[in-house]
């Protein structure tokens, strides 16, 4: 049986159908799950003031990239081959810096506030009953859409994925337990978990393809 060749369109299809599906589940969850989840995870908060501190935290996430980056580069440059591994991690590497970079600005386009109030400078869900977005608003109280934890965990899953699928179950069961921390711990409402993951996904599974494409044409 000869192989068909996929149509160029196919793969955008898909991901336009994935962005649909995206926006559905999170429209769903903002309109009849968010608040009743949000409401949930603070009953079961015992130490507010210790979940208050870990979401003040600096992100050890991009620190971490770009040192992986430059001696990754220092690497290469002494003329030696990377590995499968080392190829996976400046992957993983580039695409943590885009998650970040794309989802600081879609926390500046969205504006939307937390469900807890982890920052003093905004109004949250559970002490003041703020519920919504502020386009442009900017801040660090006005940051809680899309997730940027969900986003850069599964832009580093969605390499992975790729690189050693063998241990999929395991990524999947990375990704279940990251979301049910932020939503659990009331970080996130649950439509910003979802937007995050989809965001990490996208931008995860895009430059992995650049990357591999990029070593093709070599």
């Known amino acids: 049986m ?4 996929e149509k160029p369109m ?3 299809m898909r991901w336009f159908l994935s962005l649909m599906a995206a926006v559905l589940m999170a429209s769903i969850s903002y309109f009849w799950l968010d608040q009743p989840i949000a409401r949930l995870a603070h009953s079961w908060l015992p130490h507010h003031a210790t979940f208050e501190r870990v979401s003040h935290t600096p ?3 991009v620190p971490l990239t770009v040192l992986t980056l430059v001696v990754l580069a220092l690497w290469t440059i002494s003329g030696r081959i990377l590995s499968k591994i080392q190829n996976a991690a400046v992957v993983c590497s580039l695409s943590v810096l885009m998650a970040e970079a794309t989802k600081n600005q879609l926390k ?5 506030t937390w469900p807890e109030a982890w920052f003093p400078d905004g109004p ?14 900017g801040g660090l109280g006005y940051g809680s859409f899309p997730s940027g934890h969900m986003a850069v965990a599964c832009a ?3 390499v992975l994925w790729s690189y050693y699928p063998k241990l999929r179950a395991v990524y999947l069961l990375a ?15 649950l439509s910003d978990v979802i937007v995050g993951a989809f965001i990490g996904i996208l931008i995860g599974a ?6 591999q494409a990029r070593r093709a044409s070599n």
């Open 2 to 5: 000869i192989a068909t060749k």
């Open 10 to 12: 196919a793969p955008l």
């Open 59 to 61: 992100d050890p996430f």
């Open 108 to 112: 500046f386009v969205f504006g939307r």
């Open 124 to 137: 949250s869900f559970i002490r003041d009953g703020a519920y919504g977005f502020h386009a442009f608003h």
């Open 156 to 158: 580093i899953i969605s």
């Open 175 to 189: 990704a279940l337990s990251a979301a049910g921390g932020l939503i659990g711990g009331n970080y996130h409402f």
């Open 206 to 211: 895009m430059i992995t393809q650049l990357w």
